[in-house]
């Protein structure tokens, strides 16, 4: 049995009072003409005179957040997708039986008005009610106005409350689709096409990551819900399609903090006949055009950094890095016994799998990642932990990889792809040789891939970019459940 509160209970009692009205207390069709922001920024300048003049009747609709009740004139304030505007009735200008069913009105109530434009004395947009309709009974109180949803796991458990009193996530529910269109308009003004491939499959791929595993009833298999679409997307290549490009789930069956949720979102991108420069360039223009879409600055603050996101970021070496930070040179460290004794001078932890490249960059993750502050592309990752990318031509430990770090952060993962088949079976098998030493983020053995490349892949170049993280720079969110509408939560007890 549900127990109420005395707020919900005086909010029940009013259904059936409505109902004597006539009045449906869930609402029926309302016809929206009118945004709260679009008259401010419209009609902002105007005078009192002008407005009266202009006589201009408008129509919105909202949730009440505010009301002022005075006798037979009141004030209260709605708020629609845009924002919030102030109302004024009158029992002089609206039918008695409209103005009393505004003063049994509750905050929270969702109401349509139509009305007329006028500038308060205060110079405030005000919209002068002359039709007051009930929309929508709201049978639960809103939180207190000025805390709103004090406990941080209520609020993303409850986003629909915290989109209600948080001007802030409203802010960034409606950044990140802009976010996406930016970079799907970019990319299709450059003539890449979207496509889908399967969230479900048989084989893991495109990424070192643990997966979810799911079980496929009909065919009795088990199946892993993907970790990277990178491998189909190649297929395509393979196919003849120049430019592709998709936006997609990604789940990973790994840890939870500020920067990982294990349901998250991705572009990928592959264009036959580029490298890794021309994936540089790509994934910085979508960076720029994304910047100044959302913002209309390459500036931006986050995490106590000011930063610029304006065309030219830095591009350095992976090695150089370290050395800068280190002193060691890995370019003339040519034994893994002479690595190892460096990574166990240096306080570097080993694993039983690593191998000179893994050594790299254990360096590069203890000594440099989190000291990079301004935009850049962070290049020659070593060839055991890239099975994807085309090997270095005048340095075959490295390869043509880079990443993209900002304030510590990886932004985009991206290869001069390996387009060769004989190549791309053996770095299968020596993945395989690590997951039996105990590297659970190993990639399987993908024949079909082999296969698809045996049959001529183009040179390519490719870039994976984490959508999340491009809106927390974005929109200043310090932690990905701020950017995710439904972030995965632990059950209540």
């Known amino acids: 049995m549900r127990e109420f509160s005395e707020q919900e209970l005086v909010r029940r009692e009013k259904i059936s009072k409505i109902k004597e009205l006539g009045i449906d207390p869930f609402g029926q069709r309302y016809q929206v003409t009118d945004f709260s922001l679009d008259l401010k920024n419209k009609y902002g300048n105007f005078s009192h005179d002008e407005l009266e003049e202009k006589n201009i009747i408008v129509q919105v609709a909202g949730r009440i957040m505010f009301i002022r009740k005075m006798g037979k004139a009141s004030f209260f304030t709605i708020k629609d997708k845009l924002g919030n505007i102030q109302i004024y009735i009158s029992i002089n200008d609206v039918a008695e039986e409209s103005y009393s069913l505004f003063k049994s009105a509750d905050i929270g109530d969702i109401v349509g008005i139509k009305g007329k434009l006028m500038?308060?004395?205060?110079?405030?947009?005000?919209?002068?009610?002359?039709?007051?309709?009930?929309?929508?009974?709201?049978?639960?109180?809103?939180?207190?106005?000025?805390?709103?949803?004090?406990?941080?796991?209520?609020?993303?458990?409850?986003?629909?409350?915290?989109?209600?009193?948080?001007?802030?996530?409203?802010?960034?529910?409606?950044?990140?689709?802009?976010?996406?269109?930016?970079?799907?308009?970019?990319l299709d003004d450059l003539g890449y096409v979207e496509v889908e491939t399967p969230i479900l499959g048989t084989i893991l791929g495109g990424a070192a990551a643990r997966p979810f595993i799911t079980h496929h009833n009909a065919q009795n298999i088990d199946m892993y819900l993907r970790i990277a679409t990178e491998l189909n997307l190649k297929r395509l290549l393979v196919g003849g399609m120049?430019?592709?490009?998709?936006?997609?789930?990604?789940?990973?069956?790994?840890?939870?903090?500020?920067?990982?949720?294990?349901?998250?979102?991705?572009?990928?991108?592959?264009?036959?006949?580029?490298?890794?420069?021309?994936m540089m360039d790509l994934t910085e223009g979508i960076i720029n055009?994304?910047?100044?879409?959302?913002?209309?600055?390459?500036?931006?603050?986050?995490?106590?950094?000011?930063?610029?996101?304006?065309?030219?970021?830095?591009?350095?070496?992976?090695?150089?890095?370290?050395?800068?930070?280190?002193?060691?040179?890995?370019?003339?460290?040519?034994?893994?016994?002479?690595?190892?004794?460096?990574?166990?001078?240096?306080?570097?932890?080993?694993?039983?799998?690593?191998?000179?490249?893994?050594?790299?960059?254990?360096?590069?993750?203890?000594?440099?990642?989190?000291?990079?502050?301004?935009?850049?592309?962070?290049?020659?990752?070593?060839?055991?932990?890239?099975?994807?990318?085309?090997?270095?031509?005048?340095?075959?430990?490295?390869?043509?990889?880079?990443?993209?770090?900002?304030?510590?952060?990886?932004?985009?993962?991206?290869?001069?792809?390996?387009?060769?088949?004989?190549?791309?079976?053996?770095?299968?098998?020596?993945?395989?040789?690590?997951?039996?030493?105990?590297?659970e983020e190993a990639n399987d053995m993908d024949m079909d891939f082999v296969e698809a490349l045996e049959y001529g892949m183009p040179p390519a170049g490719g870039m994976g970019m984490g959508i999340d993280r491009l809106v927390m720079l974005l929109t200043g969110s310090e932690t990905i459940r701020e950017v995710i509408l439904f972030p995965l939560m632990k059950p209540r007890d």
Request: with cysteine; hydrophobic share 35%.
């Open 119 to 186: 500038l308060t004395k205060t110079g405030e947009i005000t919209i002068k009610c002359l039709e007051y309709t009930h929309l929508v009974k709201a049978l639960k109180p809103l939180p207190e106005k000025y805390h709103g949803l004090s406990d941080v796991e209520e609020r993303f458990r409850r986003r629909y409350v915290d989109l209600i009193m948080n001007d802030d996530a409203r802010k960034v529910a409606f950044a990140r689709p802009k976010i996406i269109r930016t970079i799907q308009h970019y």
């Open 289 to 439: 055009a994304c910047a100044l879409a959302v913002n209309g600055t390459y500036e931006v603050d986050f995490l106590g950094h000011h930063i610029s996101l304006a065309p030219g970021f830095k591009r350095a070496h992976m090695v150089d890095l370290i050395k800068e930070k280190t002193g060691i040179d890995f370019f003339t460290v040519n034994s893994l016994e002479e690595a190892k004794r460096l990574a166990i001078e240096n306080g570097v932890e080993l694993e039983e799998h690593f191998e000179y490249g893994h050594i790299v960059n254990a360096f590069f993750e203890k000594f440099v990642e989190d000291t990079i502050v301004e935009p850049t592309f962070v290049f020659g990752h070593p060839i055991e932990i890239s099975p994807l990318a085309k090997k270095d031509p005048n340095d075959p430990r490295f390869t043509q990889r880079f990443e993209l770090f900002i304030i510590g952060s990886e932004y985009a993962n991206a290869f001069t792809e390996l387009n060769d088949p004989i190549d791309q079976y053996e770095r299968f098998e020596n993945q395989l040789k690590e997951r039996e030493l105990g590297n």
């Open 242 to 278: 120049d430019a592709v490009y998709e936006i997609g789930r990604i789940f990973r069956n790994e840890g939870m903090d500020k920067k990982h949720n294990p349901e998250f979102t991705t572009i990928e991108v592959y264009k036959a006949f580029s490298d890794l420069e021309g």
